[in-house]
């Protein structure tokens, strides 16, 4: 029997033909300013964030999610039956041995935080054990990553297609972003928005570096907080109702609601002045989509048609 | 008897705290012009027919920053007050309500009835829990043989300890990722966003609360010598310390749930005045209610304006400002004693 090996060397050498087009393994990257070295392409990964699960769903790489943690609900369609099924390792920041324990060769998490003594672990010590480490490159903080812009999110497609050697499902996932980003009209009416993640005697809010600027610049709006050179601040109230948006943007969190915000807003006595607020007048987008990643794009989209509804009369 | 200047002291020091309010409200991060928000505070008043801004600019000076410049006025005088209190009544420089585990079992009574819903009733949970604190800091006390102010310390430091962890485990265990941040900087203590809903709590507590603690300085004074000294000078000892111990628990509750646990205004005021009043507390306390109160209106002022349009909580400036002073006045009474 002699052939058959033969016959099968031609075959291993068939299917491993495309893969020289692709990822040259090892990979090395830099990620946060920590040297990442990748020996293959990760089988078994844990997705901590929701950002982070959608990448992965979004690049067809569901399968190869072990576990996740500290999701914000599930994934958007067309991926939300595919992150129910998921294993849900902790509702809320997971220790070490809990992620250990699925024996992951990567953990891809949404803040550079996650990666501490408190959460998962340092990211020296999971590298040490052999477990790769990998943060959304837009929530660096060891390292200030530039103003964020809608390049540095398909830059960050395009990196993990490469780690996961997946790059033609990444071109393609850019190439439609990109056309759906074309797309939109950004608004000439030069009105101006408050981005409002949460808090109510400080509100939390989306300044002048990250998601949220980029997705405000798409959309025609002039973020009031844009001048601050930081991703998100706890800001003043005074110094909202001084600037007196036009559009207030809530971020809907699972526990955060959207009715939460609302209501607070319209019983404060201060924030029921707004003129945002007397005329109802937001946008709303989904919690996951507020920071870096593929939904950044579609809620985009999402809130344009919102704003368009939007009859404003200076 | 007083020299004249302490005699005029409460006087001026009105005058100051009267100014700072009125200087005061005119920053921070909105721009508006000095004049008009004068003028604007007297339209509301009904003194002056025309408020010469519009409708956003009315309710930034009426609705934020007046509400706001009065509970920090009050919540000052009420913790200055509660420090001098505790100080006398526990014969013990280091008291305050932070040192002694109230501000911790407030926070810890308040955080509970937050996370239970009840958001209206947190004054009531803060309350409960700095005199559930006040209560074990001195069983825990009393059961060391007796107070000296080492063993009340201790017994406090260990008492926070315990309701701050209890404190944190309910913040790990209900609260997202999200709420946590509001949370924090409640517990760092920060006074942004105060409505006039919770300024006239405050104002009412530390006013009645205030003027009845303020009536027992004759009292004080006889227990500065002691508490046999205190009771041959016909002070109801026992009965004197349990009324002054609740009004201090729960002048404490109603200030830590509207501004959190704002640490070192409690510790440092009384000492600061102490050495220019001396410690006789008809004096003491008034005193130490008026800087305290001015000490907390510019504090506060800082913390809103310094990094506008950023909200800084004031609990990390008086903490900054306060502990370097408390190292002084060490060092000073290192060289009296």
Redesign the interface.
Known sequence: MRPLPAFLGVFTLLAAAPALAGTDYPLALDNCGVSLSLPAAPKRVVAIRSTSTEMLLALGLGERIVGVA?QDGLAPEPWTAQSAALPVLSE?LPSPEVVLEAEPDLVYAGWESNFSIEGVGERATLGALGVATYVSPAACRSIVPPKLSFEAVFAEIAEVGAMFDVEDAAKALVAEQRAELAGITPDRRGLTALWY??????P?VGAGRNAPQMMLEALGLENI?AD?DDGW??????????A?PDIIVLVD????SVAQKKALLAE???TS??DAVMHQRYLVVPFAAAEAGVSNVPATRDMAAQLAGLSITP | MNPPRLRLIVPALVVVLLASIVLAVTLGPADIAPMEVWQTIGHRLGLVAESPVGRLREAIIWELRLPRLLVAAATGAGLALCGAVLQALTRNPLADPYLLGLSSGASLGAVIFLLAGATLLMPLGAFLGAAAAMALTLLVTQLLGGVTPSRAILAGISISALAAAGTSLLIFWAVTADSYREILSWLMGSLGGVVWGEALPVLAGVTVLGGLLLISGRALDAFAFGETAAASLGVDVTRLRWLLLGGTALLTGILVSIGGAIGFVGLVVPHIVRLATGSRHRLLLPVSMLVGAIFMVWTDTAARSLFAPRELPVGILTALVGAPIFLLVLFRYRRIT
């Open positions: 500290f809320k993640s949460s808090g109510g005697k400080a939390y907080f601050v601040i706890s800001a003043s109230w005074e110094a909202v109702v001084d007196d969190g699972e526990r955060n404060n006595p201060i002045q707004l």
